[in-house]
Every structure is written in structure tokens, then in C-alpha cells.
């Protein structure tokens, strides 16, 4: 009776141990939201690697978000024609040092909300002035301007938004996704 009792202890023991293991192995994988680095090229701390609209707003780009959110005006009778599947991911690569970005982000982020497109869906990635990124990988991407949205279904690439949309963000996704 008494072994049983003693690897009853040491059981316990080191099941502890493995889930203490496994959650700090997680911990040190998992990525942080809304890291800011100094980018000494841009002269500025920015978002670096995968961010959120809370990020977004906050600091100098969230400034500029809200002013340019706030004067965007969503042209709804497209909005209401534009049709969001449950397969649609998309990828948005900024950087919040880019005048363009300050501008067309917020845009961009408010035609999401008309279309109450799912932001579990959505990835939001901060590049350095360089285009590098600290732990998300942009490889494979091609990169070449930001703001780049990338529209995916069933993984695949449908479309990009490459720096200005061709019309507008609602024109524009609607083309992407109609075809």
C-alpha cells in the first residue's frame, strides 16, 4: 500500500511537470500582438510582426487611423453587393511608418467592417522600412509596396490589393471576389 501511495505522488509529480512544460512552450511560441520595435531607418517605433486594430490605433499610426477612418465615407450600395464566403482569409502586410499606410489602412479596415467580415479571418502584418519582420514570415509573399492585401480561398491566392486600390476598396474587393 505504501508503494502505491509513493508512485501515486511521483505520478502526479510528473504529470504536473508535463503540463507546466507544455504551457511554457506554448508561451514561448506564441506571438505577441502589437510589438513595437525602433525602426532607425523610419526614425519612429512601429508595429512589427502580426498586429490588430487595437494596435492600429494606437500611438502615431493610431492618430492618423482614426482621422482617416472617421473621413472614409463606404459607398454602401457596393458593400451590399459584395458577397463574403466563409472560405475568404485575408492577409493585410503594412507598415505603420508608410504615409500610405496612415491613409489607407484605416479605409480599408472600415469597408471590412461594413461588410462585417470576420476578423478571425483577417491577418494584419507589420513590416520594418527594410520589409523585414522579426518571428511572422513574409516569404513567399512578394512584398514589393504596402499596404498589400492578399485575398485568399481555400488557401489559395484570388487577388491583391497592391498599395491603392484601382477604384476603391469596395470596387476593388468586389472585382477580386466576383471572379
Keep these: 500500500m505504501y508503494l502505491c501511495i509513493i508512485n501515486t505522488k511521483r505520478m502526479k509529480t510528473n504529470i504536473t511537470l508535463i503540463i507546466v512544460l507544455i504551457s511554457f512552450s506554448i508561451?514561448?511560441?506564441?506571438?505577441?500582438?502589437?510589438?513595437?520595435?525602433?525602426?532607425?531607418?523610419?526614425?519612429?517605433?512601429i508595429l512589427i510582426d502580426?498586429?490588430?486594430?487595437?494596435?492600429?490605433?494606437?500611438?502615431?499610426?493610431?492618430?492618423?487611423?482614426?482621422?482617416?477612418?472617421?473621413?472614409?465615407i463606404v459607398n454602401d450600395s457596393i458593400i451590399k453587393e459584395i458577397k463574403i464566403t466563409p472560405d475568404l482569409?485575408?492577409?493585410?502586410?503594412?507598415?505603420?511608418?508608410?504615409?500610405?499606410?496612415?491613409?489607407?489602412?484605416?479605409q480599408f479596415m472600415k469597408v471590412?467592417?461594413?461588410?462585417?467580415?470576420?476578423k478571425k479571418k483577417l491577418t494584419?502584418?507589420?513590416?520594418?522600412?527594410s520589409k523585414k519582420t522579426?518571428?511572422?514570415?513574409?516569404?513567399?509573399?512578394?512584398?514589393?509596396?504596402?499596404?498589400?492585401?492578399?485575398?485568399?480561398?481555400?488557401?489559395?491566392?484570388?487577388?491583391r490589393i497592391i498599395e491603392y486600390p484601382l477604384f476603391s476598396y469596395e470596387e476593388h474587393i468586389s472585382d477580386i471576389l466576383s471572379q
Design 27 to 45: 508561451s514561448l511560441n506564441a506571438q505577441k500582438l502589437n510589438q513595437t520595435i525602433f525602426d532607425s531607418k523610419a526614425k519612429r517605433h
Design 50 to 72: 502580426r498586429c490588430d486594430e487595437k494596435g492600429l490605433n494606437s500611438g502615431k499610426f493610431g492618430e492618423a487611423y482614426k482621422k482617416s477612418y472617421d473621413e472614409y
Design 89 to 106: 482569409n485575408i492577409t493585410m502586410v503594412i507598415g505603420t511608418w508608410c504615409h500610405d499606410c496612415q491613409e489607407l489602412v484605416p
Design 112 to 118: 471590412l467592417h461594413a461588410l462585417n467580415f470576420d
Design 124 to 129: 494584419i502584418i507589420g513590416i520594418s522600412s
Design 134 to 159: 522579426l518571428r511572422t514570415s513574409i516569404k513567399g509573399m512578394n512584398i514589393q509596396k504596402v499596404p498589400t492585401v492578399i485575398f485568399y480561398k481555400h488557401k489559395k491566392e484570388i487577388g
